[in-house]
């Protein structure tokens, strides 16, 4: 079972330039998730979706785009690269109610 | 406001001796709360649940953790340390829908020959 797939596994970008992160889950979740993880600040939310179509704002947005086309996959999109932006990206996928599953991560660094 | 608040950024205990990490949540978050673990340059593993069935939550490789309604806390506990132990723990509330999870901010806990 793959589970939720995250590619790719390792990044480096030059600011400015952009870059999808893809996610696929092959549980049948309606629920997606993509969070980051910064040092001492744990995992936060960036972007959700609810279901095929629809997606909300999470607690940093900024400087990110979501794509949801259907039920398996959810993009993060980056249309231009800050240092700031560098982090680890987490895509997790959950049915209601229960734990979150998790891709093993995007590890992004903008120079 | 939603939070979860984990009390100690890091924890140090020997080998063999009882493990505590703390974690308090607001109670919005009841009744679904989470621990998870991650190894360095790992992804996230789920140790245990709690969803309104028992108090006392055992998760895996020895962890367990106690629901407290009254003091809003989901402490994990293991009676004894492993070095493999050794890892970042992350306390987790769920609310559902565009909250998402949201995340503590981490337990680094050190296991100590």
């Known amino acids: 079972n793959a589970g939720v797939t995250q590619t790719p596994k390792f990044q480096v970008l030059k600011t400015g330039q952009s870059m999808t992160l893809q996610c696929a889950q092959d549980?049948?979740?309606?629920?997606m998730y993509w969070y980051r993880q910064d040092p001492g600040m744990g995992l936060r939310l960036i972007y959700y979706?609810?279901?095929?179509?629809?997606?909300d704002k999470g607690e940093v947005p900024n400087g990110y785009n979501v794509s949801r086309l259907n039920k398996r996959e959810f993009s993060l999109r980056l249309e231009s690269a800050a240092p700031s932006q560098t982090s680890v990206y987490f895509c997790?996928?959950?049915?209601?109610?229960?734990?979150?599953?998790f891709g093993q991560g995007t590890r992004l660094t903008v120079v | 406001a939603q939070s979860v608040t984990q009390l100690d950024s890091h924890v140090s205990v020997s080998e063999g001796t009882p493990v505590l990490l703390r974690c308090n949540y607001s109670?919005?978050?009841?009744?679904?709360l989470f621990w998870y673990v991650q190894h360095p340059n790992k992804g996230l593993q789920l140790l245990l649940k709690?969803?309104?069935?028992?108090?006392l939550v055992k998760g895996i490789n020895g962890f367990e953790a106690e629901f407290k309604k009254s003091e809003t806390s989901f402490h994990l506990t293991k009676p004894s340390a492993h070095m493999s132990d050794a890892a970042e723990y992350f306390c987790?509330?769920?609310?559902?829908?565009?909250?998402?999870?949201?995340f503590g901010k981490g337990t680094h806990l050190i296991i100590q020959p």
């Open positions: 979706s609810a279901s095929e179509g629809t997606t």
């Open positions: 549980m049948n979740h309606n629920s």
């Open positions: 997790a996928s959950n049915p209601p109610n229960t734990e979150a599953f």
């Open positions: 109670s919005s978050y009841s009744p679904s």
């Open positions: 709690y969803t309104s069935a028992a108090t």
């Open positions: 987790v509330g769920h609310r559902g829908g565009a909250d998402g999870l949201t």
